[in-house]
Every structure is written in C-alpha cells, then in structure tokens.
C-alpha cells in the first residue's frame, strides 16, 4: 500500500513541507487540508489587495491545481482537519462544504496551521464589523464590507506591521482612522527615534494614535455591528 503524508495548513509554510515532502519522498501520496479557500498566498500585503493595489492573483502563489501539477502535492481546501487520533495514524477531517467527516489514515503528519489572531476575550468581538488581518480570506471580507458598507471611521488595534499598513491604506481610502496601541509609540521592535519618526508620519496623515491604550470592550448594535470601542 502506498504510503502517506498529510500536511495540515496552507499559506507558507504548509505548501513549502508538501513540496519538500514530494521531492525527497517521490512514491509517497502527499495530502495538504487547508480549511480556508487559499492554500498558498501573501499575508504582510493583504492591506494593499484591500486598498486596491495587489489583485488577488498576485497574492496567490499557488493554487490546488498548480499545486498538483508543479509541486505534485494535492490540496483540498475547505477542509478543517478537526481531530488527531495518533495511536490509530489517523485525522478526523470535516468538509466545511458538505459537514461530513472522514477519517484520513498517515504515515506521517506535519502540523503548519501557523499562530492564531490574539483575541481580546471580550462580549461584541464577535460582531459583523470587527476582523482580523491573519489571510487572504480575511482581507477579501474587510474589502467587501468596505465596498458594500462604505464606513467612514475606522479603529486599529495594535500598532505592529499590519497596524501600519491598515492604516495607510484605510486612510487611502478616505476613513477616519484611530489606532489604539497599548505602549508610547508605536512599532515596539524598533529603536525610539523611528518609533517617533512612525508616529509623527501617522499623525501627519491624519491617523489619530492613542498610546496607552487597553480595550476593555465593544458597543454594538442591534445590526451586530459595533459602533463604539470602549
């Protein structure tokens, strides 16, 4: 019986061990479960594809089928892999098309699910206006609820990388924009004096920069969307 390896997880790292596998192990069936609708794309430039710069097709560097006949790794998106039964080499996996289950037998197993968003654990984050920036998926629904919706303020919480970049493009697009961070300036990696230089551009471009900021919750409407962060 051919032997199999399972990848679980898209993105960078999920398609580089499936390829990796493919190449050193040429007879094994290698399987990657991705439960988004992406298995391969760019995530720091997600805030460029929503302010219109990047299309999608720039940010995908590979889909199930180029996969298949460039790496000769299959991909099955829309499918969460939900349990782990080691003792048996098996997974539970859910097609989140269908909700069936089956389970998907392993030689081996890598794990690239990545790091999850941090949530704040707070009543309303839940609601209809509120996102992460983690995937691909994530700025295809942020771009939707901008071009149906068309808000006009916006509040970031979080002044790293992806802070920045959601900045620059939500002002782009013509929304106020608040960004909450829990330190004095933002972009703490960096040394104090482009920590001032981040800020005063942020300032300058009409971001208003909240330091010392905890959120402690969210007002939300009858809509389910939230209209204060408190």
Same mark, same amino acid.
């Given at each position: ?19 990796? %596998?493919?190449?050193?192990?040429? /007879?094994?069936?290698?399987?990657? +479960? ?23 097709e720039r940010l995908t560097a590979y889909t199930p089928e180029t996969l298949r006949q460039e790496k000769g790794? !299959? ?6 892999? !939900? ?33 999850? @968003?941090?949530?704040?654990?707070? @009543?309303? !984050? ?21 071009? /149906?919706?068309?808000?006009?303020? %916006? ?12 900045? !620059? ?7 106020h924009v608040t960004l909450l961070h829990r330190h004095s300036r933002p972009m703490a990696g960096l040394e104090r004096e482009t920590r001032d230089r981040v800020r005063d551009e942020l300032e300058r471009h009409g ?8 959120? /402690?919750? +969210?007002?939300? /409407? ?9």
């Open positions: 019986m051919q032997k199999r390896i399972i990848v679980v997880g898209g993105l960078a790292a999920g398609p580089s061990a499936a390829s990796k %596998a493919v190449r050193t192990n040429p /007879d094994v069936e290698v399987i990657l +479960f991705e439960q988004g609708e992406h298995i391969s794309s760019g995530i720091c430039e997600v805030p460029y594809y929503i302010a219109g710069d990047v299309t999608l790794a !299959e991909a099955r998106i829309l499918h969460r892999v !939900e349990e782990i039964l080691p003792g048996a080499r098996v997974v539970v996996v859910r097609d989140l098309r269908t909700t069936k289950t089956t389970k998907e037998p392993y030689d081996r197993l890598i794990i690239a699910t990545g790091s999850r @968003p941090r949530v704040l654990g707070l @009543p309303g !984050e839940d609601a209809r206006n509120v996102f992460n920036v983690k995937s691909l998926d994530d700025g295809i629904r942020i771009r939707k609820f901008l071009d /149906d919706e068309k808000p006009q303020n %916006a509040v970031i919480i979080g002044g790293g990388y992806i802070g920045m970049e959601m900045a !620059e493009t939500l002002r782009r697009l013509s929304l971001v208003e920069f909240v330091a010392h900021a905890a959120v /402690d919750g +969210f007002v939300v /409407d009858k809509q389910k969307k939230v209209t204060h962060v408190i």
